[in-house]
């Protein structure tokens, strides 16, 4: 596919091509003009919009809570507590409200009475176009999880907020989107 359309930043796409492309993900291959006039290979991965949720709850005696998942990320092989997320490939016009509903109870189980829709992030901008909506789910009850095949080996666990910060002050949370999506919310004093 040949292009040479120019961005803001100054760089043109002289050419671009589909190296290789799964139901999840396709790896665009672009040649490039950079402003200053010199050409460049730039592989992008592009992904659909997903959500992550910070599911806030409260214990009997008032004290904020938080769930997390835990499965298996097959690229860094290794098990990670982290919050719901997700991104539908069934559904990629899907609203990111309706994503970060479906995936909360998807995942958790839990339902929530109001989503609070907190921001936006990009997974990668550095190689990928995947952007991420951060939402606050407060109000919670408990349902069943309706887990997707490939997430049969997930379970979730609610932890007091303050135990929630300890894990991260351990390292023992190191998913950027959780970390990142925290950020925000505590620097909107939401959380």
Known sequence: MSTNKQDVGGYSVLS???????????????IICRPNGEKGLYGVIERGQFSVIFPLGLTPDGKPTVTLVNQYRYPV??????????????????????????????????????????????????????KGHIYLA?????????????EQDMYCKTFLLEEFEDMITKNQIPCAISLAAFTLLRAQKLV
Request: charged share 25%.
């Open 138 to 150: 407060t109000h919670l009850t408990q349902s069943t999880p309706q887990r997707e095949p490939t």
């Open 16 to 30: 671009s091509r589909i190296a290789y492309e799964n139901p999840w993900t396709r790896v665009r291959e672009d």
């Open 77 to 130: 092989q290794k098990r990670l507590w982290e919050l719901p997320m997700g991104m539908w490939e069934s559904r990629p016009d899907a609203l990111p409200v309706e994503l970060a509903i479906g995936e909360l109870r998807e995942e958790t189980g839990l339902i929530a009475g109001h989503m609070h829709y907190a921001g936006f992030l990009y997974q990668g901008a550095g190689y990928s176009t995947q």
